[in-house]
């Protein structure tokens, strides 16, 4: 019945600081699919799955914090080179925890957005 995750959507307050983050460092390429809704907003390809940013000052879906919590809300996204990620998230000195002997059997490591939103990466 269920065919997989459709797409995860963040709230980001400044879209600006948000792409430079999304695109500018982590290299993630705009869909070309996203509607001209009201909002500010964009939406990323990842296979058959979407990552949407929507700028939405009032929104509820907030961490509030930056800090490291592999256990607090997170969306993971597999990567196939670690090393290359972790010498990006080094050079843009992006704070990130780093599980390489993981219980889950993958290397995980841990990274936020400007905005709180916690991202898994895993290989």
Same mark, same amino acid.
């Given at each position: 019945?269920? &065919? !997989?995750?459709?797409?995860?959507?963040?709230?980001?307050?400044?879209?600006?600081?948000?792409?430079?983050?999304?695109?500018?460092?982590?290299?993630?390429?705009?869909?070309?699919?996203?509607?001209?809704?009201?909002?500010? !907003?964009?939406?990323?390809?990842?296979?058959?799955?979407?990552?949407?940013?929507?700028?939405?000052?009032?929104?509820?879906?907030?961490? !509030?914090?930056?800090?490291?919590?592999?256990?607090?809300?997170?969306?993971?996204?597999?990567?196939?080179?670690?090393?290359?990620?972790?010498?990006?998230?080094?050079?843009?000195?992006?704070?990130?925890?780093?599980?390489?002997?993981?219980?889950?059997?993958?290397?995980?490591?841990?990274?936020?957005?400007?905005? !709180?939103?916690?991202? &898994?990466?895993?290989?």
């Amino acid at each position: 019945m269920y &065919e !997989g995750i459709h797409h995860v959507s963040l709230l980001v307050t400044d879209l600006k600081k948000a792409l430079y983050f999304y695109e500018g460092i982590l290299g993630f390429k705009q869909s070309k699919e996203r509607p001209q809704f009201d909002f500010p !907003g964009v939406w990323y390809d990842f296979g058959n799955t979407q990552l949407h940013l929507i700028v939405h000052p009032n929104g509820k879906a907030r961490r !509030g914090t930056t800090d490291l919590d592999s256990r607090d809300g997170h969306f993971a996204i597999r990567v196939k080179d670690m090393d290359k990620l972790l010498k990006i998230l080094d050079h843009h000195q992006i704070p990130y925890l780093n599980k390489t002997n993981s219980q889950t059997g993958w290397h995980q490591v841990f990274v936020c957005d400007p905005d !709180g939103n916690q991202i &898994e990466f895993n290989a």
